[in-house]
């Protein structure tokens, strides 16, 4: 299974990377971070790695507009949601483990974009809009069943908390709630 959902988020990247912003891509964007679940649900560390990635999974990375790629990949408005937690643990592994492995194939002007367009404190703020949207009780009354849908990051990720705490940071020009409760070693 860990074969074939590598294979899907290969396949996805590509999709997202040659893709113009439709609701099909949303549906592609949800799928690349379920996929990513997947594959960490079965092996949690070394599923993606430079060493591990061929050529041709390389070459489909760096063809991607990777700067664009990652805006993209934070779109979390248009999901639906059949699985949230699991789709919630994938944009996490995603954000943490898989884009520092797939910047590390990318050309420097590529990275240079990256930081320029702040993408990745982007992906972290996503992932917190999308996590106070599944806390609400209205989500969870409506859909019960998705409540039960259990991630396995807290059984495999000692950064991941059940319980999110978060913080209140006030920037002068927005106020913005940090998760302070997981961290990385």
């Known amino acids: 299974m860990t074969d ?12 997202i990377g040659e893709g113009g912003r439709t609701m099909e891509l949303w549906d ?4 690349l971070h379920l996929s990513v679940f997947k594959m960490h649900k079965e092996q949690d560390t070394g599923v993606i790695t430079a060493e591990n990635m061929t050529d041709e999974e390389k070459n489909i990375v760096r063809s991607a ?11 979390t408005s248009c999901f639906k949601m059949s699985k949230p937690r699991a789709l919630l643990s994938g944009m996490m592994v995603f954000r943490l483990e898989v ?14 974009k990256v930081y ?13 809009l999308f996590r106070r949207k599944l806390g609400g009780t209205t989500y969870y009354s409506k859909c019960p069943e998705s409540s ?17 705490k978060t913080e209140s940071t006030d920037y002068g020009f927005c106020t913005t709630d940090v998760v302070t409760n997981y961290f990385i070693d």
């Open 65 to 75: 507009f990777f700067g664009e790629f990652l805006s993209l990949t934070s779109a």
């Open 4 to 15: 074939d959902a590598r294979r899907t988020f290969f396949e996805l990247i590509r999709a």
């Open 148 to 164: 039960r849908d259990d991630s396995h990051a807290p059984h495999k990720f000692p950064w991941w908390k059940e319980d999110f």
């Open 99 to 112: 884009v520092p492995v797939l910047l590390s194939v990318v050309t420097p002007a590529v990275h240079e």
């Open 28 to 31: 592609r964007i949800k799928d």
């Open 116 to 128: 320029r367009q702040r993408s990745l404190p982007f992906l972290a703020m996503r992932e917190e």
